[in-house]
């Protein structure tokens, strides 16, 4: 079956990091590009960075959390990792990975992750 796990997620102190994966099963992984999305409360769902299969396409983070956030993937292990580092009070929210098809970041999101919770407080 079609599946994507996000995990790593918990609660760390504003200027604290974390490292999120996303490990995927059920589908050629290699082929897709991955995007990390998150949403908080009361707000859309929103896309901050993704990764294409290759390396023809240049990596797209958002504003908001570039020069913080990392993201990678290791094909061998089936799973996108995502470094954040500095993270701030904003940055709290549900993470959710996403596959797109064809393997370039602006083609269609085709499988989705259950997410995990990120709280950045005291």
């Known amino acids: 079956q079609v599946q994507l796990v996000e995990s790593g997620g918990g609660l760390v102190q504003p200027g604290g990091s974390l490292r999120l994966s996303c490990a995927a099963s059920g589908f050629t992984f290699a082929d897709y590009a991955i995007g990390w999305f998150r949403q908080a409360p009361g707000k859309e769902r929103e896309g901050f960075t993704c990764?294409?299969?290759?390396?023809?396409?240049?990596?797209y983070y958002a504003d908001v959390v570039k020069g913080r956030f990392t993201i990678s993937r290791d094909n061998a292990k089936n799973t996108v990792y995502l470094q954040m580092n500095k993270l701030k009070r904003e940055d709290t929210a549900v993470y959710y990975c996403?596959?797109?098809?064809?393997?370039?970041?602006?083609?269609?999101?085709?499988?989705w992750g259950q997410g995990t919770q990120v709280t950045v407080s005291w």
């Open positions: 996403a596959a797109r098809a064809g393997g370039s970041c602006h083609l269609a999101l085709r499988h």
């Open positions: 990764i294409p299969s290759s390396s023809s396409e240049e990596i």
